[in-house]
């Protein structure tokens, strides 16, 4: 941090973060630990495709519905048409584009906002969940479901059993990422959505078209989200209702972002960090005895997050770091309004 | 530059707005007086596109409004404020007039809206540093940036919204001299929504009484303030009258 406005600095220091992360595998080839790093990035990736809503209270309990979107789309495609992932992949995602407007006009059309919204994003991952059962003969419903692995071009099929590319893969999405994240937290657009979650009336006497701009976020975010069910099927090999749709992980997915912290790029990548070593930790210690012990904990955390920490922990930390150097911030304004939007995150 | 024909603005069975037709000229400031619950604020709403109009026309510039969205009518050349100053506080004061600056003007470039931003945020007399907070801003200096809001939109016309109320006596003769001052300088056309009177009556060339709903009197200020149906109606007390009557012939 003590890095400062220097216009060199950052780049550099970004070049060398990059190099690292980058190196990682070459250096450390152990396969468990490769695997819990990759999920971490892939989970890190579908949280901050959820912060880019969930900073502007669009409160969404419906992303596990995105997800599941992204991953079963893709997997479908390939096993009965043969399509490659290559062209799978934005089918899906065009598909959750799709799902996400239908959801999101009538919400923003009508002024759904608040606890409404998120109940109405909580019906979607019921209805995605639905659909996948219902459709048993096809998605393989609560069992779960396995692309093929591949014949031929492994490249095509968008499969391998080498960790080391995966970490890669995952790390290039991860960084796609944040850059988005950083786009869009420097656009106009930021200020719009910033606008609109305090004030709509305002926002709109202002110039902004509430509607379009809560829309693009949305749709924004939706195809994010399902990228991420995409890659984590395309990795795991393995996708099931439990996993990548439903509302256990539409609430996995507001509990991390809200832990790591809204506000900074890399908040819900620390949240992943978190809830991953936390479940990981939970598994290998107590082993089946301790199943849905980290919905537990997470919900209780949650509950504790919004009341004394509603910025997370990074940003909680991050302000403290940046009021050491400066005793006077230089936003002081945000904390009131954005714990409130915060603890609209809680699940009803 | 506007022209109003026949608005009616009824909710249920009641009807706030009926029949009420004016126009505005172009660099003239309208001032639009009435007691509480005389429509004038439901005129303002569906001026800037909150309401649409039950029945009528609103025609700026030749063109069609009633029915429009307020972020269409912004890009159209129509700022507003409200009557409670509305600031945005997770943004700095210098972000709010930016914002207003870049989607009030189509989104045309982001350089060019906090242009306009530094502008009108000069203008009335707020601070250009892109950090400083909403949250330092006492009551005079949420209404400039309202204020500065409607203006970083570089509007034609401007819908001012009873833009003085909490505002000690110097605030307000300063807060009326920024409206002339606004129309003189930058050439927009005003209407000025107002409860006091006697400032108002300084500064307006014309000014339109509105009671339940309809128009009763409209003129020049000394004029509109002598009409024994706006004493009647608006003014009340005789010592109220007096003032108002003294005030607009200063100005006339």
């Known amino acids: 941090m003590s890095l400062g406005r220097n216009p060199i600095a950052w780049p550099i220091a970004w070049a060398v973060a990059a190099i690292v992360l980058a190196a990682v595998p070459f250096v450390h080839r152990d396969p468990y630990h490769l695997h819990i790093l990759i999920l971490i990035l892939i989970w890190s990736f579908a949280y901050t495709s959820w912060s880019m809503m969930g900073r502007f209270g669009l409160t969404s309990l419906g992303h596990g519905g995105f997800m599941g979107v992204g991953a079963y789309v893709t997997a479908l495609l390939w096993n009965h048409l043969g399509l490659t992932p290559w062209l799978g992949i934005p089918i899906a995602l065009v598909c959750a584009a799709i799902l996400a407007l239908i959801v999101g006009y009538p919400c923003f059309r009508f002024r759904i906002t608040g606890h409404y919204f998120a109940l109405v994003t909580l019906a979607l991952s019921g209805i995605v969940l639905q659909v996948i059962t219902a459709t048993r003969d096809w998605t393989g419903g609560s069992l779960g479901y396995t692309p093929e692995a591949t014949k031929g071009s492994q490249l095509l099929a968008m499969q391998s059993g080498d960790k080391v590319v995966w970490y890669l893969g995952a790390l290039v999405v991860w960084a796609f990422g944040l850059v988005v994240w950083t786009w869009v937290d420097r656009s106009m657009a930021r200020s719009a959505m910033d606008a609109i979650s305090e004030d709509e009336d305002a926002a709109a006497a202002a110039g902004v078209n509430v509607t379009a701009e809560k829309l693009k976020i949305t749709v924004l975010s939706a195809l994010m989200t399902a990228l991420a069910g995409a890659v984590y099927c395309q990795y795991q090999m393995f996708i099931s209702p439990d996993t990548v749709s439903g509302i256990g992980i539409s609430l996995q997915m507001v509990f991390a972002a809200v832990v790591g912290g809204l506000y900074v790029a890399l908040g819900p990548t620390v949240g992943a960090i978190i809830t991953i070593l936390l479940a990981e930790m939970l598994r290998i210690g107590f082993g089946t005895k301790a199943v849905g012990w980290d919905n537990l904990i997470y919900g209780a955390l949650l509950v504790a997050f919004i009341i004394f920490l509603p910025k997370g922990i990074l940003g909680s930390i991050l302000d403290r770091l940046k009021l050491r150097r400066a005793p006077a911030p230089t936003r002081p304004a945000a904390e009131p309004a954005r714990a409130r939007s915060a603890s609209a995150a809680s699940p009803p | ?252």
Do not use: C
Request: charged fraction near 25%.
């Open chain 2, 1 to 252: 530059m506007l022209a109003v024909e026949g608005l009616v603005k009824r909710f249920g069975g009641f009807t706030a707005v009926s029949n009420v037709s004016f126009k505005v000229d172009q660099g003239e400031i309208l001032g639009l007086i009435g007691p509480n619950g005389s429509g004038k604020s439901t005129i303002f709403n569906m001026l800037s596109g909150t309401f649409a109009p039950s029945a009528g026309s609103i025609k700026f510039e030749g063109h069609e409004l009633s029915g429009l969205a307020p972020h269409t009518i912004i890009n159209r050349g129509i700022g507003r404020t409200f009557q409670i100053p509305r600031p945005f506080r997770r943004l700095s004061i210098f972000e709010n007039a930016a914002l207003a600056g870049y989607f009030g003007q189509n989104r045309h470039s982001r350089a060019k809206a906090e242009a306009a931003a530094e502008r009108a945020l000069a203008m009335v007399g707020l601070p250009t540093d892109r950090h400083a907070p909403v949250d330092g801003l006492g009551a005079a200096g949420l209404k400039k940036l309202e204020l500065a809001k409607a203006l970083a939109t570089e509007p034609k016309l401007l819908l001012a919204d009873e833009s003085l109320g909490g505002l000690d006596e110097t605030e307000m003769d300063q807060a009326a001299d920024m409206l002339r001052k606004i129309r003189d300088e930058l050439g927009i056309t005003i209407i000025w929504v107002e409860h006091i009177m006697g400032v108002l009556m300084k500064v307006v060339d014309r000014v339109m009484v509105l009671d339940h709903g309809e128009k009763i009197s409209e003129g020049l200020p000394h004029q509109v303030a002598s009409d024994p149906r706006v004493i009647e109606v608006y003014l009340g007390t005789d010592a109220q009258a007096t003032q108002a009557v003294a005030a607009a012939r200063g100005n006339r």
